[in-house]
């Protein structure tokens, strides 16, 4: 079509230059229609030239509306400007009226998003606030309706429109944003005292920031919503080599922006997979086997790990994610990436020296750099090492899903692999958190009975369950809950870790009952947090439980199958939002700059309070937005699924690159449990 319109214009260019021996100069008749009454409807080929940018073609569409005037989309592509290897691309919306000569369309430009610095280049609060208007007169020329503006910040513009096309029945562009409530079900009288005994001590209410926004309308009901932003997906999927910069002044920093949105939704998410795959396997599992972070150098290759303080949970994941792609597609290099990464779990229990301690992550000793504070220098066979105290619950889920995982794809015939697996699950049993946390102990007897095939061990594993069955009923070990936005977040990950881990188990150990028990609790929990749409546990519930025919109590009478399999169609789009590759640059953002931004009446995690010190009245701050990952925790997450949903502020330092194992874990289980439709 564009190489039609540039034939058209070129064969109207010549019929004006030969129209010079008449006395009256003749219009075309394209051009001639945009001054008869109502003849300006249509889409408009155009052309023009940004003093930053150079020259672009594009589209002007005019679609009439309910008042006269017309709603206006602009999309123009540069010719010879490209951003990292892509082309830029400006959508622009706005409103035009016509008379019989001229032609006037205004936009609105917003000059903040939610990035506040990109390296050294800096938003001021005032951007955020204030969007720009663009005027455009377009008048008759030789050429065709011509016009000549400035963005006012960046940008002059001269631009003409010449032939026209029909309308579509569709807008060339259609802003699909949606704010989807994320309330929930009221909270009780109980919970409301003790938040309101929280709100007292901290002194929240009286904090100039949360007064305010005292009134707010969504400060005032306790909404929170979740941003959803499906637009452009199509588009992308069909033109990777362009990014689309959205009603923003077109700079480095808006252009960012939404080439983090580009990497999101032009790739597939097999091709995303294959990345981060390559990746964490080349540049995030150091040299002891454990998850880091990769400081990279300007061209982008490795100079060194960085220890990942949580890294027993991310690289018990990690091997789960390993394990399924296996089990689905028996690809031997990620057999190979279990075995490195159970190795650094192994050696997480054997460093510390103490059959009851074990380590949080592992690096390499280095002469230059002696540990130092929590940190300590292997001895013996491990004297190569450094390891980090502080072994915990959290931890301990790392360690059995990546032993369970493994032992799924580990071959029997690797007797010294499986007899090391034996003695570890045996060790996990006599760890002391399983004295101050008693319900590790049932996941942790039941992967030494299954590992050993001791009977005694499958005993004690169906005592233990037992045992907590008569004081907590339905294996209910958690604490879940959601109210307005307000949740234990991080919570929610370890929860849905050790979910898979307790019910592939008593599967494994043919403990059906406590299986289907295990299964409507998960159930339960996704009812629970389907509000706020955790994908991830939506993913884990359909998979170990759902399609297996449970349910729940509360999923029975609270919510339907309807609107689980909606919540499972949607839960794909947490897949779709992670961009690939990551953004690594130097960079700040706060969206609570947006106009449209609300804080919450209800703090973020308000019963840290108890801590003392208390923690700052910043620390309980979270909005009642909460953004797509490609426009927050995409930028500096090192593991999505378990960030607070409502914060607002981030940062990170170029050469500081995440893992992305978020994604490969996601990605593997949803491929792993046969959920539709995952490309």
């Given at each position: ?230 637009t452009d997906f199509e588009f992308y999927r069909n033109n990777k080599d362009i990014i689309r910069v959205v009603n923003k002044i077109t700079d480095a920093i808006s252009i960012t922006e939404s080439a983090v949105k580009r990497n999101a939704y032009a790739p597939s998410l097999d091709e995303k997979a294959q990345g981060y795959d390559r990746n964490a396997a080349d540049f995030h599992l150091n040299e002891a086997g454990m998850l880091s972070h990769a400081i990279l150098d300007e061209k982008g290759q490795l100079v060194s790990y960085s220890p990942d303080g949580d890294s027993a949970l991310w690289t018990g994941m990690y091997l789960g994610s390993q394990a399924m792609r296996y089990l689905t597609t028996k690809d ?348």
């Amino acid at each position: 079509m564009k190489a039609l319109s540039s034939f058209l214009f070129l064969f109207l260019s010549v019929l004006i230059f030969n129209s010079c021996a008449h006395k009256e100069r003749q219009v075309p008749r394209d051009i001639a229609s945009l001054q008869a009454n109502g003849g300006m409807e249509g889409i408009w080929f155009l052309q023009g030239t940004s003093s930053t940018r150079g020259p672009y073609n594009g589209e002007l569409e005019l679609r009439k509306a309910g008042d006269g005037t017309f709603n206006v989309v602009r999309i123009v592509t540069y010719i010879n400007y490209f951003f990292d290897g892509l082309r830029v691309q400006e959508v622009w919306t706005g409103k035009a009226v016509a008379n019989a000569g001229t032609l006037t369309v205004t936009y609105d430009i917003r000059q903040g998003d939610f990035i506040t610095k990109l390296s050294s280049q800096k938003r001021e609060a005032s951007d955020f606030r204030n969007p720009i208007t663009i005027l455009a007169r377009f008048s008759p020329t030789s050429a065709g309706l011509a016009t000549s503006f400035s963005d006012k910040k960046v940008s002059d513009y001269s631009e003409w429109i010449t032939t026209r096309r029909d309308l579509e029945s569709r807008p060339l562009w259609v802003n699909e944003r949606k704010y989807l409530d994320a309330k929930g079900k009221n909270i009780p009288l109980l919970v409301r005292g003790i938040i309101k005994a929280f709100k007292m001590d901290i002194g929240y209410d009286k904090d100039s920031l949360v007064k305010s926004y005292k009134n707010r309308p969504e400060f005032k009901n306790e909404q929170p919503y979740m941003v959803f932003d499906p637009t452009d997906f199509e588009f992308y999927r069909n033109n990777k080599d362009i990014i689309r910069v959205v009603n923003k002044i077109t700079d480095a920093i808006s252009i960012t922006e939404s080439a983090v949105k580009r990497n999101a939704y032009a790739p597939s998410l097999d091709e995303k997979a294959q990345g981060y795959d390559r990746n964490a396997a080349d540049f995030h599992l150091n040299e002891a086997g454990m998850l880091s972070h990769a400081i990279l150098d300007e061209k982008g290759q490795l100079v060194s790990y960085s220890p990942d303080g949580d890294s027993a949970l991310w690289t018990g994941m990690y091997l789960g994610s390993q394990a399924m792609r296996y089990l689905t597609t028996k690809d031997t290099e990620a057999l190979q990436n279990v075995r490195k990464a159970l190795k650094g779990l192994m050696t997480l229990m054997d460093v510390t020296g103490n059959p009851q301690e074990f380590a949080r992550t592992l690096a390499v000793y280095d002469p230059k750099s002696p540990p130092t504070g929590s940190w300590h220098r292997g001895s013996g066979a491990f004297e190569n090492l450094v390891w980090l105290e502080g072994g915990n619950n959290d931890m301990l889920k790392g360690l059995t899903h990546g032993f369970m995982w493994a032992g799924l794809v580990i071959p029997k015939s690797d007797t010294e692999t499986w007899n090391e697996l034996k003695e570890k699950s045996r060790r996990l049993i006599d760890l002391k958190i399983m004295s101050e946390k008693p319900h590790n102990k049932p996941p942790a007897l039941g992967l030494a009975a299954w590992m050993t095939g001791d009977p005694s061990l499958k005993e004690q594993y169906i005592k233990s369950y037992d045992a907590i069955s008569m004081k907590v009923s339905g294996y209910s070990f958690d604490t879940s809950f959601y109210w307005h936005g307000t949740s234990d977040w991080s919570g929610i990950n370890l929860g849905i870790v050790g979910d898979i881990t307790n019910i592939t188990l008593a599967d494994l150990l043919g403990q059906t009952k406590i299986r289907d028990q295990l299964r409507e609790r998960l159930m339960d929990s996704w009812v629970t947090f389907e509000p706020a749409q955790r994908h991830l546990l939506t993913m884990a519930a359909y998979g170990f439980a759902y399609r297996h025919g449970t349910r729940g109590g509360n999923f029975r009478s609270e919510t339907n199958d309807a609107r689980f399999e909606s919540a499972l169609a949607q839960s794909i789009w947490g897949l779709r939002e992670i961009p690939y590759p990551r953004p690594n640059l130097t960079v700040s953002i706060d969206h609570s700059l947006k106009p449209e931004w609300c804080i919450s009446p209800i703090p973020r995690l308000f019963w840290k309070a108890v801590k003392k010190p208390e923690p700052p009245i910043d620390f309980f701050y979270q909005g009642l937005y909460n953004y797509p990952l490609f426009e927050y925790q995409a930028f500096a997450s090192n593991f999505v699924w378990k960030d607070s949903a409502f914060l607002y502020q981030t940062s990170h330092n170029k050469g500081d690159e995440n893992s992305g194992v978020d994604y490969l874990y996601a990605y593997w289980l949803a491929r792993y449990v046969g959920v539709k439709n995952v490309d």
